[in-house]
């Protein structure tokens, strides 16, 4: 884990090096993210618009979710855990940043196949769906990989973003109320040929336009950054990036270029799945309930490179 956090700093270090004169949040402050501290200038809060007719969620198929149990959707089946403390921490730095600017759609990304993406996006929805005044979306934006409808128990092979892309189905008959999760689900649908030219079509723009004026959150489920473009697309049209790493799986040389990659304004902030450090549990000891057991996290499949 260290190799991480050193890859992370020094990045970081390089970064203010180049002294662009921009009061940016550092790296190390982002992966502090759990500890969230409030930011001090705040914008004035608008009023919710009123829903347009143009978009009714309340004609939305509702499905009922009924997750494997390997799903580990903490948020949803163990609230008390540290698991689903730390997303509570990470939606809390998500509504601090937000009194500052405008962030509703984030795209959840990282660097290399099974890090957890998906399963950080599903658990992040969750969470911010946990206030029911808010609206919240999870967006399978994975085409080639999909795998949110399968860990949410509604089927696989739902028609989604992609026939909507296609023009195959309305954008409203292809998103779905998850009974029991408070949230909405866009699943990716049939995997098309060539998802990036899908993708490109405009259409996606337009969607997210519409899907915007309805939702609250809108989390997307990307693929990783390496070595496809649609992941790119995702960060054009989201307002925010976050970036999940995991131990024995991210490697630090792809790691400091996805960091590279991203633009600093919209890289919110950096999770680390997997964490298995003394530290974090015994803090959590000190000031947790006593009772609670939290989930060891499978141990990772071979060494951070
Ligand atoms: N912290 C964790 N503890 C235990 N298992 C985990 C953890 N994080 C992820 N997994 C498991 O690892 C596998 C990959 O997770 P997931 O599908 O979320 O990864 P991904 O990064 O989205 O992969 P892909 O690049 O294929 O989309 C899943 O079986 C998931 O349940
Ligand atoms: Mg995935």
């Not at 939702?215 to 054009?236: E, G, R, S, V």
Request: with cysteine.
């Amino acid at each position: 884990m260290s190799r991480i956090f050193d890859a992370l700093k020094r990045s970081e270090a390089e970064y203010l090096d180049r002294d662009l004169g921009t009061p940016l949040e550092s790296i190390t402050d982002l992966l502090h993210a759990a500890e969230g501290r409030r930011v001090q200038q705040k914008l004035e809060v608008l009023p919710a618009p009123a829903w347009p007719e143009a978009f009714s969620l309340s004609a939305a198929q509702v499905l009922r979710s009924s997750p494997p149990a390997d799903a580990r959707l903490v948020c949803l089946t163990e609230p008390g855990s540290l698991g689903a403390e730390k997303f509570r921490a990470l939606g809390l730095r998500l509504h601090n940043i937000r009194d500052t600017r405008k962030l509703k759609r984030i795209v959840v990304t990282g660097t290399a196949p099974e890090e957890g993406k998906s399963l950080i996006a599903a658990n992040l929805a969750l969470n911010q769906a946990r206030s029911r005044s808010l609206r919240t979306l999870l967006v399978d934006g994975d085409f080639r990989r999909p795998t949110l409808a399968g860990r949410f128990g509604v089927g696989a092979l739902l028609p989604g973003l992609s026939e909507a892309l296609r023009g195959q189905h309305q954008l409203a008959e292809v998103v779905y109320k998850l009974d029991g999760c408070g949230l909405w689900l866009l699943p990716a649908g049939m995997a098309p040929e060539n998802p990036l030219d899908l993708m490109q079509s405009g259409r996606l723009a337009e969607f997210l336009a519409e899907l915007e004026t309805v939702f609250d959150w809108i989390i997307i489920d990307a693929p990783p950054l390496f070595p496809l473009a649609d992941t790119t697309f995702w960060m054009k049209l989201s307002d925010g990036v976050v970036l999940v790493v995991r131990e024995g799986v991210t490697e630090k040389k792809m790691l400091q270029r996805a960091v590279e990659s991203i633009d600093r304004s919209n890289l919110l902030g950096v999770v680390i799945n997997s964490c298995s450090s003394i530290e974090h549990k015994y803090y959590y000891s000190r000031y947790g309930r006593a009772a609670m057991q939290p989930g060891q996290p499978t141990p990772p499949r071979g060494k951070s490179k």
